[in-house]
């Protein structure tokens, strides 16, 4: 009869203000913008396409494999949830600058002191002493994951985690990586490149 049923339906939204503050520069050199996408969506769609390797105009099946993609900015982690076909997005309170500021707190140092030492970490001439005083942020940043993850499992009963995908200059923090693969048991990956797209 042409009528949708189980449709599931996502409203998505953008501050205008913040749009065209990010459109002056372009409009200033009368540079014609086609398309703006909020940075959920344009991870999804990176997913979607790189990871999965669903294509426009293919019929393929949704599938119970999802990715969990973490994109962490400064003040906090964009946490999206995905087969390809269906999305679930979250954001975590946590971003880059909550280890850094742990730093501040515990080490006694500057912010821009704290930020070269959260950076260059590896190379202190204490590296434990540096990650346990980023310990408790560490583990605030697993909880709120393991949170997300298992209220989305407990919507998405028949959903399988393949593996996580961490994205944003955050991600870069030395031991992040490994600290969520041990406490998540889920493989977690730090994309340098692509792997579908190509161009000039």
């Known amino acids: 009869s042409g009528s949708l049923l189980d449709a599931e339906v996502g409203l998505f939204a953008m501050n205008r203000d913040?749009?065209?503050?990010?459109l002056r520069p372009y409009n200033d050199r009368k540079i014609e913008i086609e398309l703006i996408q909020i940075a959920p969506l344009a991870?999804?769609?990176?997913?979607?396409?790189?990871?999965l390797g669903i294509r426009r105009g293919v019929d393929t099946e949704a599938g119970d494999e999802y990715y969990i993609v973490l994109d962490m900015g400064c003040d906090?982690?964009?946490?999206?949830?995905?087969?390809?076909y269906s999305i679930w997005i979250r954001n975590v309170?946590?971003?880059?600058?909550?280890?850094?500021?742990?730093?501040?707190?515990?080490?006694?140092?500057?912010?821009?002191?704290?930020?070269?030492?959260k950076l260059n970490a590896p190379k202190h001439a204490d590296p434990r002493a540096v990650f346990q005083a980023l310990r408790p942020v560490f583990n605030d940043y697993v909880s709120e994951i393991q949170?997300?993850?298992?209220?989305?499992?407990?919507?998405?009963?028949?959903?399988?985690i393949a593996k996580?995908?961490?994205?944003?200059n955050g991600f870069k923090l030395a031991g992040l990586q490994k600290f969520l693969q041990q406490?998540?048991?889920?493989?977690?990956?730090?994309?340098?490149?692509?792997?579908?797209l190509a161009g000039d």
């Open 18 to 22: 913040q749009i065209s503050n990010q």
């Open 43 to 51: 991870l999804y769609t990176v997913v979607s396409f790189d990871e």
């Open 76 to 84: 906090n982690t964009t946490l999206l949830v995905t087969n390809g």
């Open 93 to 117: 309170p946590i971003g880059g600058n909550h280890f850094t500021r742990a730093l501040t707190k515990e080490m006694k140092l500057s912010f821009a002191k704290a930020e070269h030492l």
């Open 147 to 160: 949170r997300s993850v298992g209220y989305f499992s407990s919507v998405k009963k028949s959903a399988k």
């Open 164 to 168: 996580v995908i961490g994205l944003g």
């Open 183 to 196: 406490n998540l048991q889920y493989e977690v990956e730090r994309p340098e490149t692509y792997k579908a």
